[in-house]
Each structure stands twice: as C-alpha cells, then as structure tokens.
C-alpha cells in the first residue's frame, strides 16, 4: 500500500503553460479528513455531559458527533432543545478540549505528503470547519501544517458549513472552480449549495451510505488520491 502511494505522489503530470490545476483551490474539512480527533472529542464531550449530570458514552459510540456542529450533537445526546442549557453544554466541552482535547488527535497518514503535493502543483488550500477557527489554527499549527492553508473558516453555535462557504465565496477566497473535500454529508451538501464540486473521503467517520447518498463528484480512498486527482491541469470543470 504504501509504495503505491509513493507512486501516485511521484507520478504528478507536468505543468502546461496557461493551464493550472483542474481545482485551484482545494477546501478541506478537518476532523475526519485531515487529522483524527475522536479521543479528544469523545473525551470532551464526556466532560460536558457529566458535568451537567448526564451519563457519559463510550468514546466509540460518539464517532457519528464527529463533524457536525456542537449544538446539534448536545441536542441530541440530551434531548434537550433549551438554547441556553446547549450553548453551557458546548461551554464546558471547549473548557476541557481547550486545555487538552484539541491535542488527542492524530493526523492520517499520507496527509502532509498530499498537501505538500497540492501546494508545489500552484494550488492554494483552505480549511472550512464547523470547530472554532482558534481550535484549527492551533491544531494544524501543532502538527506543524499550518503554513500550508491560506484561509481558515471556523464554525460557532448556529452557524451552517454552507453558510461558512457562502462568506468564503463572498470574501472572493474561492469561486465556482473551487472544490470542498470531506468525509461527512454535511461538507458535500456545503459544496452543492455553494456550486462547487466536492470530493468525499472514505476514511473518516461517514459511512460509504452517507457519502454516497449526498453524491459528491469525487470519492477518494486514500490521500494519495487526492493529491493525484488535483494536481492534473486541465480546463475548468463545472461543478456538480
């Protein structure tokens, strides 16, 4: 596996004069597509829920709350629908994750030859996710990744991954040629609101059902196949 993957990263086609990647801007998810954090998160989470008097769960069985937005996932771990409760909820989760969560994670490998590949092919990276913008700067600046990302959009309570992509597009930081890259539904559904393409990931926390079921233009197995896939030069594909 691995010297297959050393095969696909050595064997970028050439650039041709006038012409720049098929995506000149790749988006990236984080959790579940560049780094896996379910430790800190489950641990975090398991914080929350006890310190407001509510059992915690094998860390485990909370991998589905990988991904989408804090509220949501305390909402339905709790069953609670009280703003103010949900937003303590989120609060006492980032105390915790703050102070260690955001270091239990680990990043998948092949992940900084893949995004060293797509920086050296001229494209410029992003990274859109529904964590605070202060918890991905620190994690990507930990694993020493941070240099390779131009923008970072960070998430809060209320706020929509597509949402975050539409204030992407408005700043001018990316535009129909743009693709979003992610493991779950919600990052495709992003893309697809937004007119971009999108890429799933099948090594994350979303299953190949959900995936499938949001239809991204792209799935990938590994990193080496997206390092593979955008480093082509072509002319602009309309998204999907």
């Known amino acids: 596996m691995q010297s297959e993957a050393s095969e696909l990263l050595n064997c970028r086609p050439p650039q041709v004069a006038g012409r720049s990647p098929i995506h000149p801007v790749v988006v ?7 780094s896996d954090p379910l430790q800190g998160i489950g641990r975090s989470i398991n914080h929350a829920l006890a310190r407001h008097g509510y059992d915690e769960r094998p860390v485990d069985a909370l991998a589905g709350f990988v991904g989408p937005p804090l509220d949501e996932t305390f909402r339905l771990l709790t069953g609670r629908e009280d703003a103010a409760h949900v937003q303590e909820l989120v609060a006492s989760y980032r105390e915790r994750y703050s102070d ?3 270091a239990e994670n680990a990043v998948y490998e092949g992940v900084p030859a893949m995004l060293d590949s797509l ?3 001229g494209v410029v990276l992003g990274i859109c996710t529904s964590k605070l913008s202060v918890f991905a700067e620190r994690i990507l600046s930990h694993f020493g ?4 990302f131009a923008f970072i959009s ?3 309570i ?3 991954k597509w949402q975050q992509l539409a204030a992407l597009r408005a700043q001018g930081q990316l535009d129909d040629a743009a693709v979003m890259v992610g493991d779950r539904a919600i990052d495709i559904d992003a893309a697809h609101r937004n007119r971009i393409s999108s890429c799933g990931v099948s ?6 059902e959900e995936l499938g079921s949001a239809s991204p233009r ?3 197995g590994c990193p080496a196949e997206i390092a593979e896939l955008f480093t082509r030069v072509g002319p602009f594909i309309e998204p999907v």
Do not use: A, K, N, P
Request: hydrophobic letters at 35%; charged letters at 20%; proline letters at 0%.
């Open 218 to 220: 792209y799935l990938c």
């Open 158 to 160: 209320g706020v929509h």
């Open 100 to 102: 260690v969560g955001y």
């Open 203 to 208: 090594w994350g926390f979303g299953s190949m």
């Open 119 to 121: 920086v050296d092919s």
């Open 145 to 148: 990744l941070r240099e390779h």
């Open 28 to 34: 990236f998810d984080l959790d579940g597509t560049l």
């Open 154 to 156: 960070g998430g809060d």
